[in-house]
C-alpha cells in the first residue's frame, strides 16, 4: 500500500499550487480521500475531503474558496488545487485515505498515509 503526494514547492503570495496522490495497493474507489496539513508544533490539521466517487466534498473553513479538491477513480488519484495561496497555508501536506464519510470528524479512522509534500508560501 502507498499513498505518494507530491507538487509540492515555494511560490509567492496569491499564488496557486496543484498537489497530487497517488494511491497503489488498495482498492482506491472504495475510500474516502482526504489532505491535511502540518506545521512543526502544532498539530495535523484537516483541509479536504472528497466522497468515494468525487461528489461529496467538505474543506476546513481557513481554505474553503480557494482550495478544491478532486479525485480520478481511474488513474487512483487524488488532487488538491490550491489558489490565492498565503503565507499561513505554509505546511507539509499529507493524504490519507480512510473507508467513512463522516462530514465534520476528521479526528481519526485514518487507513493509509502518504509521506507529505511541503508547501511554503511567500510573503
Known amino acids: 500500500v502507498q499513498l505518494q503526494a507530491s507538487g509540492g514547492g515555494l511560490v509567492q503570495a496569491g499564488g496557486s499550487l496543484r498537489l497530487s496522490c497517488a494511491a497503489s495497493g488498495f482498492t482506491f474507489r472504495s475510500y474516502v480521500m482526504h489532505w491535511f496539513r502540518q506545521t512543526p508544533g502544532k498539530e495535523r490539521e484537516f483541509v479536504a475531503t472528497v466522497g468515494w466517487d468525487g461528489s461529496s466534498t467538505d474543506y476546513a473553513d481557513s481554505v474553503k474558496g480557494r482550495f478544491t479538491i478532486s479525485r480520478d477513480n481511474a488513474k487512483n488519484m487524488v488532487y488538491l488545487q490550491m489558489n490565492s495561496l498565503k503565507p499561513e497555508d505554509t505546511a507539509v501536506y499529507y493524504c490519507?485515505?480512510?473507508?467513512?464519510?463522516?462530514?465534520?470528524?476528521?479526528?481519526?479512522?485514518?487507513?493509509?498515509w502518504g509521506q507529505g509534500t511541503l508547501v511554503t508560501v511567500s510573503s
Open positions: 490519507a485515505a480512510r473507508r467513512r464519510f463522516v462530514i465534520q470528524d476528521y479526528s481519526s479512522g485514518y487507513d493509509y
